[in-house]
């Protein structure tokens, strides 16, 4: 049986590349860099392909370097494959994304502390951990939207949270400026709680932080990317990315955008933040003709949902132009 040797990231506990028995590389493979990586793409000898993952974290499809689709996969709620095409190897399938490698000689999944059998939708040894997070020790975690990336807890899949926050007014060193004249806005700001704390200490946080002079309402929901009127994560009338007082976004964003239109959206709310200190109309139309510009290079191609993306394209491009009162060509 081949050997296949393993290169590891230990900060963020992924893998970043393998090697076969003779030290040759096998596979490269990019990783977010956040805790259990998040596999965005694989490279093995000169072929690229790019993980298209659901909400779980599931590989939902693979893409070649033109965008084109070369193979899909559906999988069952415990991990068995249902359906698939083309025959990419790619050992990030079932939640992958977070680090779960499907080894096909065996068929029993890689989730680092232990190994899960599909078939009989259970742990194949004890939880090394023991009982703290459940009496339990063999039962695995998935439905709905519970992902395992360690072996050895249970986490939330989509961690994501929307704050409903409101700018109340707007203070420049210490004192209120036109205060009476800036009508309150509700909006929400995705954030991503860090360890060990709330969703509602998040938000609260994220109010502190990153919006000035601005109450949190004490309302959130979970914020599920491509969800109603909104696009993506954070593009959408009332969603908003985490940005702080210069107009940077935060590091990384997690959830990370879903593609080019997604990365635009966090870009346009950023450039916003960083000028809300100026009440001059240039400043604004700035970021709304550098917005229109990052949509019409976006390539659909590669997103997720093409056909949905080129609709929210077209549809921001043209109500972002008729805010710049036809002062610039439609690209």
Known sequence: MPTTTFVWDPVNDCVISELDGTGATQAVYTNEPQQ?????????????????????????????????????????????????????????????????????ATGLVYVRARMYAP??????????????????????????????????????????VCCSITKVRIRVRGFPILSLNIVATPSQVTVMPQPGETADDACKRIAKSHVPDAEYNGMYT????????????YCGPNREAPCDRNGDPESPLTPAPIDDIDRACTEHDCCLRSKELFFFRCAHKQCNTDFISNLAWANCDKS????????????????????????????
Do not use: M
């Open 222 to 233: 979970s914020c599920a990317c491509s969800n109603g009127i909104d696009y993506g994560c």
């Open 36 to 104: 259990y990586g998040g596999v965005l793409s694989q490279r093995r000898g000169s072929t690229s392909s790019f993980l298209h993952a659901d909400a779980l974290g599931t590989t939902r499809l693979l893409t070649s370097t033109a965008g084109v689709t070369t193979d899909t996969y559906l999988f069952d709620a415990w991990g068995n494959p249902v359906s698939s095409t083309g025959s990419t190897v790619n050992p990030f399938r079932w939640v992958g994304r977070y680090g779960y490698y499907t080894d096909n």
């Open 119 to 160: 078939t009989i939708a259970r742990w194949v040894s004890v939880d090394p951990i023991g009982f703290i997070d459940g009496a339990n020790r063999y039962l695995p975690y998935f439905v709905p939207a519970t992902i395992d990336p360690s072996g050895t807890f249970a986490l939330d899949a989509q961690k994501a």
């Open 304 to 331: 997720p949902n093409p056909e949905e993306c080129r609709s929210y394209r077209n549809r921001a491009i043209l109500l972002t132009y008729t805010t710049l009162n036809n002062t610039i060509p439609l690209p």
